[in-house]
């Protein structure tokens, strides 16, 4: 059974740095790309940040272009997303989603299992 | 940057009824679209890939249509079940852009 779970979510303030882990488990983890979506409070789905199945290749909303990056370690079936100089809008749920079929970027962009999301709140 | 818009914003219909639920894309997008449903507090669920193909598991009741421009999701016969925001969304260009969602309330 395919399984993704997302940890590290939390309060923090302005400015500051957190990291999010996703830990994946019922497939072959190198084998497909994977990405993080977030939803704001009442708000739509919206991307963030995908990376192809061997990280050679990683693309970023130009919301988040320089102050996240996506990263995976295969040999632990495990992908992160460091986040720093964060904003108010950067308040979300974030979901951890697999690709359906691709390994690479080129044919990626279909989320075929999410996990259940972990919360970032940005605030002071 | 294609744009995605969905209607109606919300939907409210009787158990039994079907619903038709409209995506638009500013551009041509071939047959590059699909559909997720989402409830509260879940994750989110992918119905429909490619316009019309459904996702592992899915229950013929859900079913998608179009091409180009203009895609529909169907639920052939609404249950209590099946109360959720539904989201189209593209893949065929980054950033892989969802449409603003569809609610869908049962009477």
């Known amino acids: 059974e395919v399984q993704v779970l997302e940890s590290g979510g939390g309060l923090v303030q302005p400015g500051g740095s957190l990291r999010l882990s996703c830990a994946a488990s019922?497939?072959?983890?190198?084998?497909?790309?994977m990405s993080w979506v977030r939803q704001a409070p009442g708000k739509g789905l919206e991307w963030v940040s995908s990376t192809s199945g061997s990280a050679d290749s990683t693309y970023y909303a130009d919301s988040v272009k320089g102050r996240f990056t996506i990263s995976r370690d295969n040999s632990k079936n495990t992908l992160s997303l460091q986040m720093s100089s964060l904003r108010a809008e950067d308040t979300a749920v974030y979901y951890c989603?697999?690709?359906?079929?691709?390994?690479?970027?080129?044919?990626?962009?279909?989320?075929?299992?999410w996990g259940q999301g972990t919360l970032v709140s940005v605030s002071s | 940057e294609i744009v995605l818009t969905q209607s109606p914003a919300t939907l409210s219909l009787s158990p039994g009824e079907r619903a038709t639920l409209s995506c638009r894309a500013s551009q041509n997008v071939n047959t590059y679209l699909a559909w997720y449903q989402h409830k509260p507090g879940q994750a989110p669920r992918l119905l429909i890939y490619d316009a019309s193909n459904r996702a592992t598991g899915i229950p013929a009741k859900f079913s998608g249509s179009g091409s180009g421009t203009d895609f529909t999701l169907t639920i052939s016969s609404l249950e209590p079940d099946d109360c959720a925001v539904y989201y189209c969304q593209l893949r065929s260009n980054w950033p892989p852009s969802f449409g603003p969602g569809t609610k869908v309330d049962i009477k």
């Open positions: 019922g497939f072959t983890f190198s084998g497909y790309a």
């Open positions: 989603a697999k690709d359906r079929i691709s390994r690479s970027l080129a044919g990626a962009g279909v989320f075929d299992y």
